[in-house]
């Protein structure tokens, strides 16, 4: 009896440990900070030790809970987490995707002036994105005095590309938007509401899809629940809404071939939603929609009925995109010679262009790997996380394949049609990258692309593990696994944190 109180005492010591070892960590970096710090560090100790705590008791207590519960449950308590402390502008990319759905919100769907790259912003917003002292973000003003939207700057929009992406992307942040106006939100309120929209929307469908994923849920719940992507849909980050489209239409996909469902109109508009939805996302992931081709014939009416269906599905998911892309690239302040330039270069030396590539991957193999799970690529490169937090959640990421059977056969040419939509994204997000951003930051033929990051090919990761080998034997004991994985992501929320206090604010 005793043996088993000491057991029970073990997990807890280990993670007093650990967080004592960040505490000390960061007086040691800061040796004069303030009291006021030392507390808040204490506050979000204490906040997440009882997110954690709350959550495994759960599981433990109720041993039949579903996976899409248990998904649920852990992505709204440290999502939000993730909402409310993050500081303000800070999230990945944070500052563009707050600005261009505004444009979007007042109607400027398409910007009138990109050559300045500017959006016409109220100057209490303004102000408040351009305070360079964090802690001005939240000062009393900023959390009680409503936006006037009468009196308007132009402003930098921080990001060249983002002014040509599709307003479909930005439904939950105009949503946002429109409430703030409409409710007289101040402009720190208004950042809270638009993280909150986004965050909303990329849960529901999410759920939804989990309860729909009739294979490796607990693989895509810890996939799904990692800091990094937590980190990302609780923001106002645009990747949000594409993450959680690209998961439901995989997990939709998968349900019918596992249930050999008759595919009815009902099937039909919903598949089509979902994918004009992921091709208003970047050009390339058109590509992802293809997997709409492994669903077996058996699964329509006739042969009819699936050409039909699936041709009127790619035709018009591609006419969306590149009627946007079109339309976007016309209004372009990207110099386009600098494409051209770096395009003509691919093309004559394709060998070297092949080894820049291959090169770029090998190199920084650790750091892509590790940025699925946490890392540098959170919060603009200022987020830094233990890298043995990582690897430990990263091992339980691995081991979390091989605690449920595949049991959906896949034909060798769906098989390969999988692969090739994964290869086709990867060299495209890759090329993409290399054509435009490396070339206007790094010159023509520079020897590495620049720019890749991991959460562009999260979506390819549940698609990837349907080409690898069925696991012989089966780990039991999931429920352990996503524990752990709870603990975890308390340790790397409260280490995220608290590199973002030190490196922000005046400690």
Known sequence: MQKEKLKKLIVPLIMLIAELFLFFQMVSSKPNITIKYKVMFLVICILSNLVAYVLVKVINKYKKIKLENIFLGIAISFGFLYLIFIPAILGTDELPHFLRPYQISVGDVIVKHPEKNETQIPKDLGSFVGEKDMSKRYSKERILKSVDYSDTESLWNGDVTSIRYSPVSYIPQVIGFWLSRLFGLSPLLTL??????????????????FKLLPIKKTFALLLYTAPSVLSIVSTCSYDALALSLMLLLIAYILNIIKYKKSITKKDFLILLLISLGISTYKVFYIIYILLLLIIPKECYKNKKQKITYTLLILILSFLLDFGWYAVSMASSVTGSSVITEQLKFILMHPIKYLFIFINTYVNDIFYYVTNVIAGSEMCYGLARINQLFVLIYLGLLISSYFVEKNNIELK???????????????????????????????????????????????????PFILLLPKPKKILKNSKKIICFSILLNSLMFIDCIKSLLLNLFNV
């Open 192 to 209: 809270f509401l638009v993280r909150f929209c986004n965050f909303s929307v990329w849960l529901a469908i999410s759920y939804f899809a």
């Open 412 to 462: 060798k040419s769906s098989k390969f049609l999988i692969a090739f939509v994964c290869l086709a994204i990867f060299a495209l997000v890759s090329t993409t990258l290399y054509l435009e951003w490396t070339a206007n930051k790094s010159g023509i033929g520079a020897s590495k692309i620049i720019g890749i990051q991991s959460r562009y090919f999260v979506c390819l990761i549940i």
